[in-house]
C-alpha cells in the first residue's frame, strides 16, 4: 500500500522516508527485467513485451538491450523511436520523460533520487526524488550520468563521459564533468552529415 504522504514529498522533491512509500512496482519490474535480462531477446520478444507494461509509457518500437535495471518502471515514460545500448541503469523515484529519436549509447545512469549533504540527516536513511527530462531527437554517449533534476532540451548530443549536474538548452552539442555546452548544432553540421546520408543511399 502506498503512504501517500510519502508519495507527495518524494515527487515534490522533498525529503521522504523510501522505504515508507510502498506499492508493488519495485517488485513487479525486477520480476519483468530478470526474465528480460535472462532472455535470448535477439530472437524472442516476449519478454520485453512483459517488462514494457512496468513502465508508464512504452511505444511499440522500443528497443532496450540487456541488461537493464529500473528501480520502479512505472514512473518512467518513453517517447517513441527510442533505443538504448546495453547496461542501461534508470534509478526512477520520481519521473523521467524521454521525448521521440532518443538515442542512448551503452551503460548510461539516470538518477532521480539523491541523499541530503548532511550526514546526520543522510544516515536517517532520508532521501529526496527530483525528475530527469529528455527531449527529442537526443543523442547520449556511453558512460554518461545524468543526475536529478536535470532537463536537457530538443536536438542534443551528450558526449561521452559526461556527468550532466544542470539544464542542457537545445541544439548544443555538450560534454565534460560536469557537463557543459561545447557549442551550438549549426546549419553545417546538417548539411555536412546530409551529404554522407546521400553518399551512403547513393
Known amino acids: 500500500m502506498i503512504s501517500e504522504h510519502e508519495w507527495k514529498l518524494m515527487i515534490e522533491g ?11 512496482s519495485w517488485a513487479r519490474v525486477h520480476a519483468a527485467q530478470k526474465k528480460f535480462n535472462e532472455s535470448e531477446f535477439w530472437h524472442d520478444k516476449s519478454a520485453l513485451q512483459e517488462l514494457k507494461k512496468c513502465f508508464g509509457q512504452a511505444p511499440e518500437d522500443l528497443v532496450l538491450t540487456p541488461p537493464v535495471y529500473f528501480d520502479h518502471g512505472n514512473r518512467t515514460y518513453f517517447g ?15 519521473y523521467v520523460r524521454f521525448g521521440d529519436n532518443v538515442y542512448l549509447a551503452p551503460h548510461v545512469s539516470i538518477y532521480t533520487a539523491g541523499h541530503p ?35 536537457i532540451g530538443d536536438d542534443v548530443v551528450i558526449g561521452s563521459g559526461s556527468v550532466v549536474t544542470k539544464d542542457i538548452p537545445s541544439h548544443v552539442i555538450a560534454a565534460g564533468n560536469p557537463c557543459r555546452v561545447i557549442r551550438p548544432i549549426t546549419d553545417e553540421d546538417r548539411e555536412y552529415w546530409r551529404k554522407q546520408q546521400e553518399e551512403y543511399e547513393a
Open 80 to 94: 517513441k523511436h527510442f533505443y538504448a545500448n546495453t547496461d542501461l541503469t534508470i534509478l526512477d523515484e520520481n
Open 14 to 24: 522533498k525529503l521522504y522516508a523510501p522505504w515508507k512509500v510502498g506499492g508493488d
Open 117 to 151: 549533504i548532511a550526514a546526520e540527516v543522510r544516515n536517517e536513511d532520508l532521501e529526496y526524488a527530483k525528475p530527469v527530462t529528455i527531449g527529442s531527437d537526443v543523442w547520449i554517449g556511453g558512460n554518461v550520468v545524468i543526475n536529478p533534476g536535470v532537463t
